[in-house]
């Protein structure tokens, strides 16, 4: 059995190779037919690996074009839970209002993440009466470009 730990991409290398080594052994036998259905094993070993090869090309490519097309995605969304980084779609200079009251708005100046309070947005607001301050992501929404 293969180690349930490991990744898929671990799992069909390790599959491939079991298929090489078993082709290798069925091509040293001595009956014809045998040593023919080798081939056969051969080939799905090859094709695994470069699988396993073209996944991973198109993955850091998917990437790529996620971060040209939107900056804020930092990381493979497709690495599963195990990562440690997290998307947000608040950048600097992004338009966002309060969910609580939608008519103070204003500009994101920076971000940060602060153990206590969780991830928090500098918010630089457009009414000359609201303070610039530190606001709770989960209290922001993002405005739809007018």
Known sequence: ??????T???????GASFL????EG?????????ALMSEP??????????????????????????KAAN???AVDLASGPDTTACYTP???GARVCLKVHPYQRGTIANTRFDDRRGYLISVRFDSEFENNRWVKANHLE?????
Do not use: G, T
Request: aromatic letters at 6%; zero cysteines; proline letters at 5%.
């Open 8 to 14: 898929l991409s671990q799992k069909a290398l390790a």
């Open 71 to 73: 900056p804020a995605v």
């Open 26 to 34: 069925m091509s040293e036998d001595d009956d014809f037919f045998i």
């Open 90 to 92: 608040f950048v600097k």
């Open 20 to 23: 090489r080594m078993h082709a």
């Open 1 to 6: 059995m293969i180690n349930p730990n490991k």
């Open 41 to 66: 094993h051969v080939i799905a070993a090859n094709a695994i690996e470069q699988l396993v090869k073209e996944n991973a090309e198109l993955r850091a490519q998917l990437v790529a074009f996620q």
């Open 142 to 146: 993002l405005i739809p470009e007018e």
